[in-house]
């Protein structure tokens, strides 16, 4: 391999044993690391718990490589790093779809396939899946575009493979909105216009199933816009990836307006909640927020955080999705991590596997020698 100073961490995915319906009621199980080197990506399975992504620079991640079971079978756990194939990892590119040069695209983001589970068969075809699935969902979505859902614009393609998609770059989630105290928000314009979205989406006999604060963005001008379609079908069509849970019916197995609903319910009450602690937490008085003359809030973190002790057992974590959403749509959102602790009544319920992050975010960024075949890099 080249030197570990060209290596750099694509995620780290906590893997937990389902219990019931809670995919991280269980045992922990292993923690899969992904990583760019030789211009390929590879993935390693390690027992490395508590590590996080900030932590693995090149030198921590080649420590961890140079210290593997080199008699374990490649991507096993403490085994040798196994070569992520492109093949098993993205899906084929369907005859019709919109392709996109994210080369010469400007102010948007690039969103990747989930590789965090790639050494399980299962995991690995359920997240080849989620691509095509939102991939088909904002072709449909295109022909009649709607302001509260993410602009799409096309596939990233390589060697007949979709890699990733196009999208309109984001600032912020939901969550981070709601805390951003610098300017009043309006609760009830923010929940019409995910509404409008939900039934734009079901007029066209599609369902979203997987509606929560996670998947709301904000833009520059305070409209709310619906994002990840990865788990949204035709209604009727059989679940894959499915819902968060915690959100609504999780029992859910196929895709139904009834899944958005209830979602739909649970999100107001939910951010009403957070409001709701705002305003309570003495508001303007203290200098920390309150509630506008319009009804519109400035929400202080520390409300935020009393709410969510009271309301919810809700983590960051997003089951088999590496990706926080505000990284997702174009925003780096290590700052806001410190506020993040507060928002659990907010943000999605813990639902899976623990995420720890996207990619370096720190002074060990991936050089471009890294990153040179085109499957996924920036």
């Known amino acids: 391999m080249t030197s570990p100073s060209h290596w750099a961490v694509e995620n780290v995915l906590h893997k937990y044993q389902w219990v019931g319906n809670n995919p991280r009621g269980g045992d922990y199980l292993y923690t899969a690391i992904v990583y760019w080197a030789t211009g390929s990506l590879f993935y390693l399975r390690t027992s490395l718990e508590n590590v996080q992504i900030q932590d693995l620079t090149s030198a921590k991640l080649h420590e961890i490589v140079e210290g593997v079971d080199n008699m374990a079978a490649e991507g096993a756990m403490n085994g040798p790093p196994l070569k992520i194939d492109p093949a098993l990892a993205f899906p084929e590119f369907p005859t019709g779809f919109t392709t996109a040069d994210q080369e010469c695209a400007h102010g948007v983001f690039f969103k990747q396939p989930s590789l965090g589970g790639y050494g399980d068969e299962v ?8 691509v095509e699935t939102e991939a088909r969902a904002l072709e449909m979505l295109q022909v009649e575009p709607h302001d509260n859902i993410v602009t799409y614009h ?9 890699v990733g998609l196009l999208l309109e770059e984001l600032d912020m989630d939901l969550s981070e909105r709601i805390l951003d105290k610098t300017r009043p928000f309006q609760v009830d314009k923010c929940m019409e216009e995910i509404n409008s979205a939900l039934n734009h989406l079901h007029s066209k006999k599609y369902c979203h199933n997987d509606v929560k604060t996670g998947n709301i963005m904000v833009r520059k001008d305070d409209t709310a816009v ?10 009727g069509e059989t679940l894959g990836k499915g819902a968060t849970f915690g959100w609504g019916n ?8 009834d899944n958005d609903d209830r979602a739909f319910d649970l999100l107001k009450t939910r951010v009403r909640a957070a409001v709701s602690a705002a305003s309570l937490d003495g508001g303007a008085a203290n200098g920390g927020g309150g509630v506008a003359s319009s009804g519109s809030i400035v929400a202080p973190a520390a409300a935020m955080a009393a709410t969510a002790a009271a309301a919810a057992e809700d983590t960051v974590a997003v089951l088999e999705k590496e990706e926080h959403p505000a990284k997702q749509y174009g925003k780096d959102v290590a700052a806001a991590g410190a506020a993040a602790v507060g928002l659990t009544t907010l943000v ?10 996207v990619r370096d975010d720190g002074t060990d960024r991936k ?8 499957y996924g890099a920036p």
Request: hydrophobic share 40%.
């Open 226 to 235: 619906l994002i990840d379609f990865d788990s949204c079908l035709p209604e």
């Open 250 to 257: 999780d029992d859910a197995t196929i895709s139904s307006m």
């Open 154 to 162: 096309g596939c990233v393609v390589k060697d007949g493979l979709i």
């Open 348 to 357: 999605a319920p813990a639902d899976g596997d623990a995420v720890v992050g």
């Open 123 to 130: 995991s690995r075809g359920i997240a080849r899946t989620c």
């Open 367 to 374: 050089p471009e020698a890294a990153r040179g075949d085109g």
